[in-house]
Each structure stands twice: as C-alpha cells, then as structure tokens.
C-alpha cells in the first residue's frame, strides 16, 4: 500500500495528498489482514472509488472476492466513463451494486448462524439434516457457491421443512 501511495499518478490523482497526515496521523492509516463483515464507509468520494474487498462489496464464504472485485471495478468503471469522476457521480456506482449491498445483512446472518454453529458442535446436525431435506442441501449448496443471493439462500434453508429434518436430525445416533 505504501508503494501505491507513493507513485506519483495516485499522488496527483487524491486530493490535498500533499497535506495527508499533518492536520490527522489517521489520514493515510490502512489495515490489513481480516475479511470485510460489513461495506466500508466513506468508500467513494470526490475523485477516487474503492471497489472489491477494500470497499465490503464481498459476499463472505463464497470465494468469490476476485469476481466481486472484478464486477464492482467494472461497475465503477462505468460510471466513470458514463458520470464522471465526482462524488455525485460515484452515488450511481453505490446504486450500481445495489445487488451486493442489500445482501450483506443476509450474509451477516449467515456467518453469525455459521459460526454458533460451528461452537455448539451443530454443524453435523444441519449436514444430515441436509441429507433429507432438498431445499436444505440447495441452500448450503448456494451458501458456498454465489449462484444465489444470500437473501433466498436464507430463505429456503430456514424453511418448516428444514428445520423439522435438522430436529429429527439432532435426535438421530
């Protein structure tokens, strides 16, 4: 990242790069090292547009991050060709990934089913229960996969049907 910032086309490209971190140490802060749970804040602005993992248009456990950054770069791409490279022209690329956005709080919800669980040692339970139950197995399927959004992913795994075959499940040897 430092070597990003320190080429002279993103130099000139940010604006007051020169005046970054003397009125606020924070300014040129980065971190590294944990997947994004939620969009970033503040990921577009007046002259620069984060796309992928470093603006939260992720859907986690899908194993897409690639994809993601190479549709939300395509998307911002678009737009500035289309709008324009301001602030009020990144508002139509936060609408263009509408799709990823209003599936994050689904996402959010999965991970947090995922990972109670996984500590309550319930994960066999829901993969047998899965084993009997169709819909069950197409929602883990697509949990994993991105064929679906997270939204209909919850839908159809939290069904009657698939929390009957989980109780029977958890009563079985």
Known sequence: MS??????????????????????????????GRFPRGLAHNFFGDRFVMVGDAAGLVRAFKGKGVTSAIQTGIRAAQVILRDGISSRAFQNYYRANADIIDDLPYGRVMRQLTIAASRFGLMDIVLRAAERDSHLRHALFDAVSAHRPYRDVVREGLTLNATWAMMRSAFEP
């Not at 320190?6 to 490209?13: E, I, L, T, W, Y």
């Open 3 to 32: 070597a990003f910032l320190a080429m002279p086309q993103v130099r000139c490209a940010l604006p007051n790069f020169e005046n970054a971190g003397r009125f606020d140490a924070n300014d040129l802060r980065f971190f590294k």
